[in-house]
Structure formats: structure tokens, C-alpha cells
């Protein structure tokens, strides 16, 4: 499975992969002030969606 980083999602503290080629968008970043983690410098998974044409 191939990935590439996706430049428009990818800024800050957040980080974006697109998978080819199922096209799924996965969006990571580090945990808010509210959640409560046990790796506070560890980016985790926000979202994953389908890319549509």
C-alpha cells in the first residue's frame, strides 16, 4: 500500500496520509488540551474518510 502526504492537510500540529489506491484520507494530529492520553506528544487519529472524485 502506497502513501503520500497530503500538503493541504498537513500543517501545525496536524498531519494527513492518502492511501493509493483505496483513496482513504487519514487525518492525525496531537491530542487537545481536554483529552486525556497517556502519550500527550503523540499525534492520534482524528479522522478517516473516503476520497470522492
Known amino acids: 500500500m502506497a502513501r503520500t502526504v497530503n ?3 498537513t500543517f ?3 498531519s494527513s496520509i ?3 489506491p ?3 484520507c487519514a487525518v492525525f494530529s496531537l491530542p487537545g488540551r481536554d483529552h486525556h ?3 500527550r506528544d503523540r499525534h492520534y487519529l482524528d479522522v478517516m474518510h473516503k ?3
Request: no cysteine; charged share 15%.
Open 12 to 14: 501545525g500540529e496536524q
Open 37 to 39: 492520553v497517556r502519550h
Open 22 to 24: 483505496a483513496e482513504v
Open 51 to 53: 476520497h470522492t472524485a
Open 18 to 20: 492518502l492511501t493509493q
Open 7 to 9: 500538503p493541504v492537510l
